[in-house]
């Protein structure tokens, strides 16, 4: 009989170490995510930039062509 207390406390055991793990990741997770939201406004920002000082360039070409 003793054997079967030995199985459940392993069993519990296994899943406070699973539940343990699971809240780990979790907050990799949203970590992860902070990250990604922060490097898509830095590209969005990077994009604009890119487009504002592309402007000029691009109108001194197009009088280049016609002129």
Same mark, same amino acid.
């Given at each position: 009989?003793?054997?079967?207390?030995?199985? @459940?406390?392993?069993?519990?055991?296994?899943?406070?170490v699973?539940?343990?793990?699971? @809240?780990?990741?979790?907050?990799? @997770?949203?970590?992860?995510?902070?990250? @990604?939201?922060?490097?898509?406004?830095?590209?969005?920002?990077?994009?604009?930039?890119?487009? /504002?000082?592309? /402007?000029?360039?691009?109108?001194?070409?197009?009088?280049?062509?016609?002129?």
């Open positions: 009989m003793w054997w079967l207390y030995l199985c @459940v406390g392993l069993a519990t055991a296994g899943l406070l699973l539940g343990a793990l699971a @809240v780990r990741v979790f907050l990799a @997770v949203e970590e992860l995510a902070r990250q @990604v939201a922060a490097s898509t406004d830095a590209f969005a920002e990077a994009g604009e930039r890119l487009q /504002r000082s592309a /402007r000029p360039v691009a109108e001194r070409a197009g009088q280049i062509s016609r002129g």
